[in-house]
């Protein structure tokens, strides 16, 4: 038998109704979970996700559905703290994506 290791997933949500004034939202969830090998992570990784999927009625009686969007990467975890290192060549688009870096002066 194979040792488990940790695993982070990252993953992509969309969230969507019908109502007229919905404007849809997105959500990336970072995950870790133990798996002894890629495709264990991976399958382990989808099925997490869709246990995540959801259909609701908010308080407004408009009906939401938030679905997976995409499995982005599985990566094992780095260790000495760091869970997952992203990298990217565009800073500027960047903080369009991330709200917390809008207030952000460089």
Request: aromatic fraction near 10%.
């Amino acid at each position: 038998m194979t040792a488990t290791e940790p695993w982070v997933a990252i993953l992509v949500f969309r969230s969507t109704s019908e109502a007229p004034d919905y404007q849809a939202v997105y959500r990336e969830d970072v995950t870790v979970f133990p798996a002894a090998s890629e495709a264990e992570a991976r399958a382990a990784a989808l099925t997490h996700a869709r246990a995540r999927e959801t259909i609701v009625v908010n308080h407004l009686g408009e009906t939401v559905v938030t679905s997976l969007v995409r499995l982005v990467d599985v990566a094992p975890v780095l260790g000495g703290g760091e869970l997952y290192r992203r990298h990217f060549r565009d800073l500027d688009a960047y903080r369009r994506f991330e709200p917390l870096m809008a207030s952000t002066s460089w």
